[in-house]
């Protein structure tokens, strides 16, 4: 039986992973702490390593991992902003990802975070909890006829597109690559950060897309905005976003990812003593939502992100071609 390292392994990843490599004949080790360069070695006599989002897979720990055997990394996500891609050839490690599990998930969650910030749900929910049915400050937006920009139109951003056209909005989008013929309205981005009531985020983080939102795009948006973050935290320049918060420019903001995250987020912090002052203001506001990139997780897409995460794997041991791997000299993104 071929082992894999599994890092950062959460309760949720298990029941699935557990289903699918049996049948693959993998024997997973499970570790509970991230992966660095000084964790690495726990992958010795490992052919592979299986990572997240906020894994370290800088030059450095790649050396490691090739210095203790491991020949793959088997991303189970998306993403791979946090991968020296480059550095993984050198060191002659194969990468893996997960281009689609669920797009769906990632969308549904996007319109999730709208919703409520529209209707204030969160704050009714506290409220009435306490038997308070006062209707003060719960006065929403109605979202049908408001403009909605779209900011990267691949499946995600397609995914959403389209919900918002089933509330009734006009979609405004934006993608480098347009699909024309896709029946969006494609503009240019400044145009879509100028006209929209709502803008939401789907494309990847790369060193063109590093702080998108920027102050200066923030100037120029309507007043009342609301922005819809489900993509990566460094798209948006988060002190530039707290300042228009406070300063009422910002209607709301629906974050599920944050640009320093990897400190704080998949972990109960709740205990102890959080140093990084932007996201205590964000989490502070009433108008701000905070959830803890949890976009991807439904059972749908836990068990695609396993089933295909596994399959990546059992094809390289194989010998096989593996359509999902990673080269080097792609745009590396940003972490
Ligand atoms: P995708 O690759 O299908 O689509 C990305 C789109 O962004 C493409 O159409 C591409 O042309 C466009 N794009 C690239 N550079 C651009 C730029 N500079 N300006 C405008 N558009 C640009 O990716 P998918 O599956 O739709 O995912 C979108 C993003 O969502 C991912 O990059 C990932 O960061 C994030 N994600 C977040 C999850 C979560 O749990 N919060 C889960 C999965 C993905």
Redesign the pocket.
């Known amino acids: 039986m071929e082992r894999i390292a599994f890092y950062d392994v959460k309760p949720y990843d298990r029941r699935w992973f557990d289903i699918f490599s049996k049948d693959a004949g993998l024997e997973l080790r499970y570790l509970e702490c991230r992966l660095t360069p000084e964790t690495a070695a726990l992958a010795r006599d490992c052919v592979g390593v299986c990572a997240f989002?906020n894994d370290d897979l800088g030059a450095e720990t790649l050396r490691v991992l090739s210095e203790c055997g491991v020949r793959a990394v088997a991303l189970r996500?998306?993403?791979f902003?946090n991968v020296d891609l480059n550095a993984a050839q050198r060191a002659g490690i194969h990468v893996f990802r997960v281009?689609?599990?669920s797009?769906e998930?990632?969308a549904e969650?996007a319109l999730a975070l709208l919703l409520t910030l529209a209707r204030r749900t969160h704050r009714a929910f506290t409220r009435t909890r306490e038997r308070n049915f006062s209707l003060d400050g719960l006065v929403g937006m109605t979202l049908a006829d408001k403009t909605v920009g779209v900011?990267?139109?691949?499946?995600?951003?397609?995914?959403f597109a389209s919900i918002c056209r089933g509330l009734g909005m006009r979609v405004l989008a934006?993608?480098?690559?347009?699909?024309w013929g896709a029946g969006l309205e494609y503009v240019r981005?400044d145009e879509l950060i100028k006209l929209s009531h709502v803008i939401s985020?789907?494309?990847?983080?790369?060193p063109?897309?590093y702080h998108?939102l920027s102050r200066q795009a923030f100037h120029s948006m309507r007043p009342g905005v609301v922005i819809i973050n489900?993509?990566?935290g460094a798209l948006i320049d988060s002190e530039a976003l707290l300042d228009n918060v406070k300063s009422g420019k910002v209607g709301a903001a629906g974050l599920?990812?944050y640009e320093e995250e990897a400190d704080v987020f998949y972990e109960d912090v709740s205990g102890k003593i959080m140093r990084d002052d932007t996201l205590n203001l964000l989490l502070s506001q009433p108008n701000v939502l905070v959830t803890g990139?949890?976009?991807?997780?439904t059972d749908e897409?836990l068990r695609a992100i396993a089933e295909v995460t596994v399959e990546n794997l059992r094809r390289f041991i194989a010998g096989e071609a593996v359509e999902n791997e990673l080269r080097g000299g792609v745009?590396a993104?940003r972490a």
Do not use: I, W
């Not at 934006?174 to 699909?179: A, G, H, K, S, T």
């Open positions: 989002v996500c998306a993403g902003n281009p689609a599990y797009p998930s990632v969650h900011v990267g139109t691949g499946k995600v951003g397609m995914k934006y993608d480098l690559e347009p699909r981005l985020l789907h494309c990847p983080l790369t063109s897309t998108m489900t993509s990566r599920d990812v990139h949890q976009a991807f997780l897409a745009e993104q």
